[in-house]
């Protein structure tokens, strides 16, 4: 019985060795030690705490993205919706809110009803989620340029500015937000039966459909909280950090949380992922920006390489989905 055990406890060992997600922790480690050589000051306990605090606003985006890509889908409007969120947070809070709860509240539902619609567009009108999240973008781009002009505006929020810039213990506030959002996410997606009709609708929608997984509610379920991740992100952790809110500021991204899911092994195809491969995904992504940014490379340069990135994971995602 024990070498038994031990045999089991050897082949889950080497299958998390193997896994998608380890590989990309592993290249955040190896690239982390090799630029303290290179960079002085780079290994400061300070600078990756930072790139942290970073990846951080991606991995929030990135949550929800995650839900959609497992699901079959993909979310383009979710730079839009952060955007949305860092400007109207301003604009909704009101004297009566001393500690700026509700107007994050409101705000998030706001983001989460954008996301649900975008949902009602694939689910009911049975438009593609690629169609329906660009088209969404689109709208809500031209909406914040008719309210907010190019004005950026302030924001004033108690709570968001706790968020973006409180350190309890040493550690960014931002940083424990996001670990309890990885902590919700990573439970909901492999230990509920939301989660499991998430997968089994990604990797055959007909199946789960037939083995009565509720398509409509489930797709509803995923883009919504994509909705609502994305506004978290810029609603409490752009806008903390930043201090007031403009239209593009969200643009970064969308790029950014697509990415992340694939470096971090989701398939790109659907069913078949996991969010603990997209933290890991988001703290490279900020990594390679920050080591760009030390050999003085153009914006142009940090583009081509997350496209390089994207087109050959996803050459990869689809032949381990051609595999399955």
């Given at each position: 019985m024990t070498a038994l055990n031990d045999s089991v406890g050897g082949r889950r060992a080497k299958a998390i060795l193997r896994s998608r997600p380890f590989l990309t922790l592993a290249i955040v480690a190896g690239v982390w030690i090799v630029a303290s050589f290179v960079s002085r000051g780079f290994g400061a306990y300070g600078h990756l705490r930072y790139l942290v605090e970073l990846g951080a606003v991606i991995g929030l985006v990135a949550a929800g993205q995650t839900f959609v890509v497992i699901a079959g889908g993909i979310d383009l409007s979710v730079a839009a919706i952060v955007t949305v969120s860092a400007i109207s947070l301003p604009l909704l809070s009101w004297q009566a809110d001393p500690t700026g709860l509700a107007s994050?509240?409101?705000?998030?539902?706001?983001?989460?009803?954008?996301?649900?619609?975008?949902?009602?567009?694939?689910?009911?009108?049975?438009?593609?989620?690629?169609?329906?999240?660009?088209?969404?973008?689109?709208?809500?781009?031209?909406?914040?340029?008719?309210?907010?002009?190019?004005?950026?505006?302030?924001?004033?929020?108690?709570?968001?500015?706790?968020?973006g810039n409180a350190r309890p213990a040493g550690i960014p506030a931002g940083i424990l937000l996001w670990i309890a959002v990885s902590v919700l996410v990573l439970t909901v997606m492999h230990a509920t039966p939301f989660g499991a009709r998430v997968f089994a609708m990604g990797a055959n929608p007909l199946a789960a459909s037939l083995s009565g997984v509720p398509i409509t509610s489930t797709t509803l379920a995923v883009y919504g909280v994509s909705g609502f991740t994305a506004g978290l992100a810029a609603g409490v952790l752009v806008l903390g950090m930043n201090g007031q809110g403009y239209v593009g500021i969200g643009d970064p991204y969308l790029l950014a949380s697509i990415a992340a899911v694939v470096l971090g092994g989701t398939s790109i195809l659907g069913g078949l992922g996991t969010y603990a491969g997209t933290i890991p995904g988001a703290i490279l992504l900020v990594t390679i920006t920050a080591l760009i940014t030390v050999v003085n490379a153009s914006p142009g340069w940090r583009s081509i390489l997350f496209g390089s990135l994207i087109l050959g994971l996803l050459l990869l995602s689809g032949r381990e989905q051609a595999r399955r």
């Open positions: 994050v509240l409101a705000v998030l539902a706001l983001t989460t009803a954008i996301g649900m619609v975008n949902g009602l567009g694939v689910a009911l009108l049975r438009v593609h989620p690629m169609i329906m999240t660009l088209a969404m973008a689109t709208f809500l781009q031209g909406l914040l340029i008719i309210i907010a002009g190019g004005s950026a505006v302030t924001a004033e929020n108690p709570l968001v500015h706790w968020l």
